[in-house]
């Protein structure tokens, strides 16, 4: 996956998105486009270009929301959300978190016919902690 271009979004939209660690919903706004370069899983010489929201954590590095694990969808800015919607979605996305493989990053295809699509990218983030050299 490479980000091609990044351009405005001329009609800015929230994403929506479900943090499990405290239960609730979480709303990013996303006022840009990213041009993503993607590759068909199934060939890797075969790629196209998908226009992508994207939205931009505290620092203003920016990120496809689309690709996260937690990701429910992307609404108008003025539409109100009912959890109750998504509460088929946020059930799928606990059970996949808590069956979840150790590997570094699993990639979930959906297919169609003869037509296949990556359906989200799933990353496990490790932090490192801090280690006391000086000993």
Same mark, same amino acid.
């Given at each position: 996956? &490479?980000i091609?271009?990044?351009?405005?979004?001329?009609?800015?939209?929230?994403?929506?998105?479900?943090?499990?660690?405290?239960?609730?919903?979480?709303?990013?706004?996303?006022?840009?486009?990213?041009?993503?370069?993607?590759?068909?899983?199934?060939?890797? *010489?075969?790629?196209?270009?998908?226009?992508?929201?994207?939205?931009?954590?505290? &620092?203003g590095?920016?990120?496809?929301?689309?690709?996260a694990?937690?990701?429910?969808?992307i609404?108008?800015?003025?539409?109100?959300?009912?959890?109750?919607?998504y509460?088929?979605?946020?059930?799928?996305?606990?059970? &996949?978190?808590?069956? &979840?493989?150790?590997?570094?990053?699993?990639? *979930?295809? *959906?297919?169609?016919?003869?037509?296949?699509?990556?359906?989200?990218?799933?990353?496990?983030?490790?932090?490192e902690?801090?280690?006391?050299?000086?000993?």
């Amino acid at each position: 996956m &490479l980000i091609l271009n990044i351009i405005p979004a001329q009609f800015p939209k929230r994403a929506v998105l479900y943090d499990a660690k405290n239960k609730q919903l979480i709303f990013e706004t996303a006022d840009v486009i990213g041009l993503v370069e993607l590759q068909n899983p199934d060939d890797l *010489e075969e790629v196209t270009v998908v226009p992508m929201y994207m939205t931009s954590n505290t &620092l203003g590095v920016y990120s496809l929301p689309q690709l996260a694990i937690n990701f429910l969808e992307i609404i108008p800015l003025n539409e109100t959300v009912d959890y109750s919607t998504y509460l088929k979605q946020i059930k799928d996305i606990e059970t &996949l978190l808590k069956n &979840l493989p150790n590997k570094d990053e699993v990639v *979930e295809v *959906e297919t169609k016919g003869n037509i296949s699509r990556i359906k989200r990218i799933i990353k496990n983030v490790t932090s490192e902690k801090p280690t006391d050299e000086n000993k």
